[in-house]
T-cell receptor, first 116, second 113 residues
Framework: GAGVSQSPSNKVTEKGKDVELRCDPI?????LYWYRQSLGQGLEFLIY????????KSGLPSDRFSAERTGGSVSTLTIQRTQQEDSAVYLC??????????????FGSGTRLTVV | AQSVAQPEDQVNVAEGNPLTVKCTYS??????LFWYVQYPNRGLQFLLK??????LVKGSYGFEAEFNKSQTSFHLKKPSALVSDSALYFC???????????FGKGTRLHILP
């Protein structure tokens, strides 16, 4: 597609429920990143996929968070047993391989998650 | 560990005045530095980058940034601010061989008419 697409744009869930957030990167972009934007916390790196390599999961805050990327394209971020502190905007970005260096990232509009 | 600091949560500037948004970084190795902007209800947009070469980098919308290695800073500047520049600005750093970018906490820029 023309840009990075994220769905849903807004999600309200009850504490303890599982949620899935979807990211559809720009066609041809081999690298995909998930970030979390919380009020006053800036952008927190969560996970990074590059081609067929093992993902860099070093930013995932707990084992309740996981992500997968199927067929090198669409990615799903799953949060199990959601907690109120998980409330944030979850941003996805993609780039052309080492594109973070040459091209920067292209970000989606994000999913605003509210845990009540 | 690499990190980025934006010491100001908010910066207020009168329209037409020059603006500066501060950023300092801490990395081991050569830094690659970026500025991104987030307008209200819109996604994050790439503004400019420093990889190598001239310390003064020019980007979109008339913004520029100056890389200062001795002060480990990468301040964002614009000679004459516009009300439309009001947004949230993020500084970011990447280290060679590490393809993820680390962002600062952001600085909210208010341009007063």
């Amino acid at each position: 597609g023309a840009g990075v697409s994220q769905s849903p744009s807004n999600k309200v869930t009850e504490k303890g429920k599982d949620v899935e957030l979807r990211c559809d990167p720009i066609s041809g972009h081999t690298a995909l990143y998930w970030y979390r934007q919380s009020l006053g916390q800036g952008l927190e790196f969560l996970i990074y996929f590059q081609g067929n390599s093992a993902p860099d999961k070093s930013g995932l805050p707990s084992d309740r968070f996981s992500a997968e990327r199927t067929g090198g394209s669409v990615s799903t971020l799953t949060i199990q047993r959601t907690q109120q502190e998980d409330s944030a905007v979850y941003l996805c970005a993609s780039s052309m391989g080492q594109g973070a260096l040459n091209y920067g990232y292209t970000f989606g509009s994000g999913t605003r998650l509210t845990v009540v | 560990a690499q990190s980025v600091a934006q010491p100001e949560d908010q910066v207020n500037v009168a329209e037409g005045n020059p603006l500066t948004v501060k950023c300092t970084y801490s990395v081991s190795g050569n830094p690659y530095l970026f500025w991104y902007v987030q307008y209200p209800n819109r996604g994050l947009q790439f503004l400019l980058k420093y990889i190598t070469g001239d310390n003064l980098v020019k980007g979109s919308y008339g913004f520029e940034a100056e890389f200062n290695k001795s002060q480990t800073s990468f301040h964002l500047k614009k000679p004459s601010a516009l009300v439309s520049d009001s947004a949230l600005y993020f500084c970011a750093v990447r280290v060679w061989r590490d393809d993820k970018i680390i962002f600062g906490k952001g600085t909210r820029l208010h341009i007063l008419p």
